[in-house]
Every structure is written in structure tokens, then in C-alpha cells.
């Protein structure tokens, strides 16, 4: 059996929770798999479910309907400690009076005594603390102790690791290195992991899919550079970093709009909602008072977002950075590439 005809590690399968006194389902019949060393991303604004769903592939939280299979064995049921699942909080939760090898060792109790200091070391080395083993959690940096408790979490080799918001406690330049680190270990030992965010572009750069949550359901579920530039509804096309919704009248693979006619991502007819990606339009000096109105610019280092007005209607673009106009100078706007079509149910979505 290869990958691809191998049954997936993970298979959720209708997915159901409402908590106590709540009519309204906290996860709304959800359903996906993972497959093995695959990292997937659960992505969506605060109180979308994503907790929740994680909690319950942990089992610290019973579904009230649904099915989790593990290696295709139900684990519906099963305790925790039972599911050989590991889970790295956003707290990291070391033991601060243990050394990091005695918090390494503490996971490894289905490996012999004599060999635990070994393996242990063998860990740590893997995420790059092994001369500091003797070092208790307080004498290292956020990043530092991030990287102990994920070897702690691997040390125990579960099947599956689950992150919950993993990186949020660091500072914006160690999130970054810290989380391309971690991807890097993962891949290169083939763990399989579900990590739950509500930073996209976290989940943009960490995940091989990523599957957006809202209201408890999961609306898309797609590699990242699909579920960006081809977003399932327009919640998605704006949680999902900047975008501009357009209505327009479509002729096969293009559109008429307020900026024009407009290319299409895939062939359609009538009137169409369209998420134009902020990026993907640019700015053209113009001496036209019917031109667009250059009403913000805000400086975001590597570039600018720009916020336009034509016709009372507001656009955003991001140019690179040496692209300068000056506030209220007038500008035609031109669109570089395809626009996503949105599917109608979700119209004013
Ligand atoms: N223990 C609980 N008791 C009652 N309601 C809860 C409980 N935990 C979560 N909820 C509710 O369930 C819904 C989903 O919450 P959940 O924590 O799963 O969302 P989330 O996407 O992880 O949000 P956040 O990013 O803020 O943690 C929310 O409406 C929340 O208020």
C-alpha cells in the first residue's frame, strides 16, 4: 500500500458538540481527514469551534454526535491517555521545578529506564536544546521553552499531535522562526499534526491544508494557496487577509464591474459576487476627476495599503513600497490577474 491508496491516519466524521444551556451548536457537523505526516490547520475567528474540535480529537471534550477514527480504529470514546494523541498548549505546561531532561524523561514512561536519558537527549537534540538539558524552564526564552515541550510532546511518540495555538505567547520575529523550526522538524520526522489558530498567515505558512471554521462549521478545506485565492464564500475571502467584493455581470471568463472588465477564475454567467485580492489590482496616475480618490496610505514596511474611492464605492490595494502616491492625488485602478468567483448563496455573506 502506498500514501496514496493507505486509509488517512485521522477520519472525522460528522463531527457534532453544543455545550450546556446553548442552543446553537459550538461544532456544526464537521468532517475531514489528515493524512499521515500531513500538517493541517484549523483556522477561524474567536469562538468559531476550533478549540472545541481539537478538544475533542484530545477527548477532553465528548462529542454529542459524530465519529473519530485513528489508524481507522474508533476512538470516539476513548480516554486520553488512551488515544496516543499528544497535545503542546499555548502555555507550554513544563514542570518548573524538573530539569528539561527530567521533562523529556517524564513522557517517556513506555520506554525503558536505562534508556530514557538517551532518547531523552536524542530529543532535545532534535530541537536544538540538547546542551541545555540541565537547565530548568525559567532559565530559557519563550521560543526555547515552546521547543522543550514539543520534544516532551514527541518524546511520548503519540500518533498525532495537536497544537493550540502554539505560538501565540512569542514576540512577532520569534513566532516566526519558531514556527518555520517546528515546521522543519515535523516534516523532516513525519509527524502528522492538527494546529489550531486564528492567525492566517500562520496558517498560511505553517500548513500543507487549511481548513476554515465558522460558526462551528468548516467551510472550506483546501491547500493554503487555494483557499486564498479561490475562497469558498466571502467570510473566507476577508478572514483571509485583504480583499474587495465586487458585484458584476459575468460573460464566460470575464466580468463587468464597477473598475471594468475584469478576468475570471472560471467560466460563468449573470450577475456574480467577486473577491478582487488587493495585490492583484495597481494604481496608474491619472489627471481625471472621474479617476479614483487616493484617500489612505499606510506604511506596512515591505508595502502599502492603499484605501481608494471611485463612484462612493471604497477599493484596497497593496503596491510595493517604493510605489508612493500622495493622499487625495487621483489614480485609475487596473487589475493584474483573476478575480474568484464567490458562489450566490452567499451573497452579502
Ligand atoms: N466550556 C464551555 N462551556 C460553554 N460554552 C463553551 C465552552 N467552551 C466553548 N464554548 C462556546 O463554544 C463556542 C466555540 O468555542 P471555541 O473555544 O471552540 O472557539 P474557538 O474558535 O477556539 O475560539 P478562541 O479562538 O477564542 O479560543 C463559543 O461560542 C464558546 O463560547
Given at each position: 500500500?502506498?500514501?496514496?491508496?493507505?486509509?488517512?491516519?485521522?477520519?472525522?466524521?460528522?463531527?457534532?458538540?453544543?455545550?450546556?444551556?446553548?442552543?446553537?451548536?459550538?461544532?456544526?457537523?464537521?468532517?475531514?481527514?489528515?493524512?499521515?505526516?500531513?500538517?493541517?490547520?484549523?483556522?477561524?475567528?474567536?469562538?468559531?469551534?476550533?478549540?472545541?474540535?481539537?478538544?475533542?480529537?484530545?477527548?477532553?471534550?465528548?462529542?454529542?454526535?459524530?465519529?473519530?477514527?485513528?489508524?481507522?480504529?474508533?476512538?470516539?470514546?476513548?480516554?486520553?491517555?488512551?488515544?496516543?494523541?499528544?497535545?503542546?498548549?499555548?502555555?507550554?505546561?513544563?514542570?518548573?521545578?524538573?530539569?528539561?531532561?527530567?521533562?523529556?524523561?517524564?513522557?517517556?514512561?513506555?520506554?525503558?529506564?536505562?534508556?530514557?536519558?538517551?532518547?531523552?537527549?536524542?530529543?532535545?537534540?532534535?530541537?536544538?536544546?540538547?546542551?541545555?538539558?540541565?537547565?530548568?524552564?525559567?532559565?530559557?526564552?519563550?521560543?526555547?521553552?515552546?521547543?522543550?515541550a514539543l520534544a516532551r510532546t514527541l518524546a511520548a511518540e503519540p500518533e498525532l499531535v495537536l497544537l493550540d495555538e502554539p505560538f501565540s505567547n512569542l514576540d512577532a520575529a520569534l513566532r516566526e522562526s519558531t514556527r518555520k523550526e517546528m515546521r522543519q522538524l515535523f516534516k523532516k520526522a513525519g509527524t502528522s499534526v492538527i494546529l489550531v489558530t486564528h492567525d492566517q498567515a500562520e496558517a498560511l505558512t505553517f500548513a500543507d491544508r487549511v481548513g476554515v471554521m465558522q460558526q462551528g462549521q468548516l467551510v472550506q478545506l483546501n491547500t493554503p494557496q487555494l483557499v486564498y485565492q479561490q475562497p469558498a464564500n466571502a467570510f473566507v475571502a476577508k478572514f483571509l487577509g485583504h480583499t474587495n467584493l465586487l458585484q458584476g455581470t459575468a460573460q464566460g471568463l470575464e466580468a463587468s464591474t464597477a473598475l471594468g472588465r475584469i478576468q475570471l477564475n472560471r467560466d460563468t454567467q449573470g450577475e456574480v459576487q467577486l473577491s478582487l485580492r488587493p495585490e492583484d489590482l495597481y494604481m496608474v496616475a491619472s489627471d481625471s476627476d472621474q479617476a479614483a480618490l487616493v484617500k489612505e496610505r499606510e506604511f506596512r514596511g515591505h508595502d502599502y495599503l492603499y484605501v481608494l474611492e471611485q463612484d462612493g464605492a471604497e477599493y484596497c490595494v497593496i503596491t510595493p513600497s517604493h510605489h508612493y502616491f500622495e493622499l487625495g492625488s487621483r489614480v485609475e485602478l487596473r487589475s493584474e490577474r483573476f478575480a474568484a468567483v464567490l458562489p450566490p448563496q452567499m451573497f452579502g455573506a
Open positions: 500500500m502506498n500514501a496514496l491508496t493507505s486509509p488517512p491516519l485521522l477520519q472525522v466524521k460528522d463531527l457534532c458538540k453544543s455545550y450546556a444551556q446553548q442552543t446553537e451548536w459550538a461544532v456544526d457537523h464537521v468532517s475531514f481527514s489528515l493524512g499521515r505526516g500531513e500538517i493541517l490547520a484549523l483556522l477561524g475567528p474567536s469562538g468559531c469551534g476550533k478549540t472545541t474540535t481539537l478538544r475533542m480529537l484530545a477527548g477532553f471534550e465528548k462529542p454529542n454526535q459524530g465519529q473519530i477514527l485513528l489508524k481507522e480504529q474508533d476512538i470516539t470514546e476513548s480516554p486520553p491517555q488512551k488515544r496516543n494523541i499528544g497535545i503542546v498548549f499555548q502555555d507550554y505546561a513544563l514542570f518548573p521545578h524538573m530539569t528539561l531532561l527530567r521533562n523529556v524523561t517524564f513522557a517517556m514512561r513506555h520506554i525503558e529506564k536505562t534508556q530514557q536519558v538517551e532518547k531523552a537527549l536524542e530529543w532535545l537534540q532534535l530541537v536544538g536544546l540538547k546542551d541545555y538539558a540541565k537547565r530548568y524552564p525559567h532559565e530559557l526564552s519563550g521560543g526555547q521553552q515552546q521547543r522543550v
